[in-house]
C-alpha cells in the first residue's frame, strides 16, 4: 500500500528543508504553492498575513482566555432544551439541479440554512471567507501541526513560533484527564489533523475571525440559543494520504441523540470533486436518528462501514461537492459524511471544522467551551 504523501507540505518540508522554514523571503511564496497547489496569491514580496498577525499576538493573554473558556464548563451539566432540527423550518426553493443546497455569502440569511438543513441536513455558503485570509491559513495548519508533531521550527523565529503554535491551556490536561488526552492527541497525529485549541493563540484569533464574519450571530439565531464550542472537536485538518475507505460516520454516534449542534467546515484550498486534493463525501439527506454500525467490518463503533453504504440505497446518492476556498459546509451530528475517499489525489487539503452546540444543550464528553 503506497503511504507516502504525494506533495504534502510534509514531503516538500523533506526534500526542500531551508525553503520550507517560516520566512518572509520569496520562497515562502513557493512553499505555499508546493504546499497547497494554490495559485500565488501576491507578488514575490509576499507574506503570509494570518502568520503575521498570529505572531503578533499576545500568546499569554490568549492563553488566560482559553482557559476560562474551559473552566466556565467545569461541573456544568447540559439541558435538554429543544433542538434546531426539531423546530419547523420554512422550505426555500434552491436553484434547480444543486445536490447539496448551496449559497453565496452575500446572499446568504438564516432561513437558507433552516431549509436546507431540515430538507437535506446541510447547506453550502460559498465565499463566507476570504479566500486570501483561508490560503494563508493553509500555512498556519502546517505550523500548527508541525508543532503538535513534535518538529520544532530551529532560527531565529523558532521560539515566537514555538509560542504561538504551540500553547494549549493548562487547563486542558484537568478536562481531559490522561489517558483521554494522549489517545486525542495520537488520534489526530496518526490522521493527519490537530486539536484548535494546542495554540491558544489560533483559537482566539479563529474566534475574532468568526465573529467578524458574523457567524456567532447565525449560529446562535438557528441553534436557538447562544454557542458554546468544543475542545475536542474544533479541529485543523490537513488528512494523511491515503484515505482511509472506512471512515463513514454521523458525529452524533458519539457525540449523542439529543444535543443541539451544528458544525461548520471551511475549506482552506480548493478540494473536493476532481481536484486532486479529498474535500467530503457526504449523504445529503435529513436524518434524524443513528444508523447501526453496519454489517462488514466498521471501523469504530461510530463508523458505518463502506460495504453498508455501498449495499444500501444511499450509494446513489452519495456526492462529494468541489470546495474553494473560504467555503464553508455546515451540517449537524446526524450528517453522514466522511473524508472524500479516494486512491488518486496528490495536493493536500486544508479545512478547519468547528463544532458550535447550544450554550445549555451540549455533549460533555467533546468538552464544551464558551464562547
Ligand atoms: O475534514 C474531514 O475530512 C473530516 C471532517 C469531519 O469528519 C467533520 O467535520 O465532522
Redesign the pocket.
Known amino acids: 500500500m503506497k503511504t507516502e504523501r504525494t506533495l504534502s507540505a510534509d514531503h516538500f518540508a523533506l526534500a526542500y528543508p531551508e525553503t520550507s522554514r517560516y520566512s518572509n523571503v520569496w520562497s515562502q511564496l513557493w512553499v505555499t504553492v508546493m504546499s497547497t497547489g494554490e495559485r500565488p496569491v501576491k507578488a514575490p514580496s509576499y507574506q503570509n498575513s494570518v502568520v503575521d498577525e498570529l505572531l503578533q499576538r499576545d500568546a499569554a493573554k490568549d492563553l488566560n482566555r482559553i482557559n476560562q473558556r474551559l473552566s466556565d464548563y467545569v461541573n456544568r451539566e447540559p439541558v435538554p432544551t429543544l433542538r434546531a432540527i426539531d423546530i419547523k423550518a420554512p422550505k426555500l426553493n434552491f436553484p434547480e439541479g444543486q445536490e447539496v443546497p448551496e449559497i453565496k455569502a452575500k446572499a446568504f440569511e438564516i432561513d437558507h440554512l433552516r431549509s436546507a438543513m431540515a430538507s437535506h441536513g446541510c447547506l453550502i455558503i460559498r465565499g463566507l471567507f476570504s479566500s486570501t485570509t483561508m490560503a494563508d491559513f493553509c500555512r498556519v495548519i502546517d505550523l500548527a501541526m508541525e508543532a503538535t508533531e513534535g518538529q520544532p521550527k530551529q532560527g531565529e523565529d523558532a521560539a515566537s513560533i514555538a509560542e504561538t503554535f504551540l500553547n494549549p491551556p493548562s487547563e486542558l490536561a484537568s478536562v481531559v484527564p490522561k489517558p483521554g488526552l494522549d489517545f486525542a492527541r495520537a488520534f489526530h497525529k496518526e490522521g493527519g ?1 490537530a486539536m484548535c485549541v494546542e495554540s491558544a493563540s489560533i483559537s482566539e484569533y479563529l474566534l475574532e475571525l468568526y465573529e467578524s464574519a458574523g457567524i456567532k450571530k447565525i449560529v446562535a439565531d438557528y441553534l436557538g440559543e447562544a454557542p458554546c464550542l468544543s475542545a475536542l ?1 474544533w ?1 485543523l ?1 490537513r ?1 494523511t494520504l491515503p ?1 482511509n475507505r472506512d ?1 463513514w ?1 454521523q ?1 452524533g454516534a458519539f457525540m449523542g441523540e439529543g444535543i443541539n449542534s451544528l ?1 461548520m ?1 471551511i475549506a482552506a484550498n480548493h478540494c473536493g470533486g476532481e481536484s486532486g486534493a ?3 463525501d457526504l449523504l445529503p439527506q435529513r436524518l434524524t436518528e443513528i444508523l447501526g454500525e453496519g454489517e462488514g467490518g466498521a471501523v469504530f463503533d461510530w463508523s458505518v462501514s463502506d460495504h453498508a453504504m455501498k449495499t444500501s440505497q444511499s450509494n446513489n446518492a452519495i456526492i462529494a461537492p468541489a470546495f474553494e476556498a473560504g467555503d464553508a ?1 455546515f ?1 449537524d451530528h446526524f450528517l453522514l ?4 475517499y479516494g486512491n488518486d489525489f496528490t495536493r493536500p ?1 486544508y ?1 478547519v ?1 468547528t ?1 458550535f452546540f447550544g450554550e445549555r444543550n451540549f455533549p460533555s464528553n467533546q468538552v464544551p467551551l464558551s464562547w
Open positions: 489533523s472537536k479541529v485538518r488528512p484515505i471512515g460516520h458525529d458544525n467546515w479529498p474535500g467530503m459546509l451540517f459524511h466522511r473524508t472524500q487539503r479545512a471544522e463544532w
